[in-house]
T-cell receptor, first 112, second 113 residues
């Protein structure tokens, strides 16, 4: 079945550092890919998504590019802030927003 | 506009007891999903309602779990009897249609002792 693998956390960075959280997937066909974020005390929020190969999703300074050839959807941000501290989940779906398949999550802590 | 609301936020019960989790979706959202995250692992799909009908319940772990959505509004997820391995965070999400963004609630943290 479909699966998503994320880099294990926790990840701790200093403010203004460059961030990469790796995500690779195994799936049939052409799934949609997502990054969700869970800030402390809040629910999961959609951060960005890409629905086809070579699409780039972006939001709040974060970017991820759908790479079919490497089955990857790595999350990047050029300069992180303390407010980016959260748990980040990579996910895929074969059916729009239905039946999301998530990775195990990566806890990110940004120190001032 | 109110978001997806889940009750309770935390629940601690003893093994063998019954617990009922509730989810109130965003008003007008016909699609409602349950997911759970067990012991810091990946979040796993449990089931999908379209209005009051179960569209897909392939992720339900066993018959100790019963989900309902009477009237197509709020949904409940009952665990009876609860086992230790049921501990985790249960998330509910809703969407207007299956191809639009699913909005998640804060989750219910269930601890079975």
């Amino acid at each position: 079945g479909d699966s998503v693998t994320q880099m294990e956390g926790p990840v701790t960075l200093s403010e203004e550092a460059f961030l990469t959280i790796n995500c690779t997937y195994t799936a049939t066909g052409y799934p949609s890919l997502f990054w969700y974020v869970q800030y402390p005390g809040e629910g999961l929020q959609l951060l960005l998504k890409a629905t086809k190969a070579d699409d780039k999703g972006s939001n709040k300074g974060f970017e991820a590019t759908y790479r079919k050839e490497t089955t990857s959807f790595h999350l990047e941000k050029g300069s992180v802030q303390v407010s980016d501290s959260a748990v980040y989940f990579c996910a895929l779906s074969q059916q729009g927003a239905q039946k999301l398949v998530f990775g195990q999550g990566t806890r990110l802590t940004i120190n001032p | 506009e109110a978001g997806v609301t889940q009750f309770p936020s935390h629940s601690v019960i003893e093994k063998g007891q019954t617990v009922t989790l509730r989810c109130d979706p965003i008003s007008g959202h016909d699609n409602l999903y349950w997911y759970r995250r067990v012991m810091g692992k990946e979040i796993k799909f449990l089931l999908h309602f379209v209005k009051e009908s179960k569209q897909d319940e392939s992720g339900m772990p066993n018959n100790r779990f019963l989900a309902e959505r009477t009237g197509g509004t709020y949904s409940t997820l009952k665990v009876q009897p609860a086992e230790l391995e049921d501990s985790g965070v249960y998330f509910c999400a809703s969407s207007q249609d299956p191809n639009t963004e699913a909005f998640f609630g804060q989750g219910t943290r269930l601890t079975v002792v």
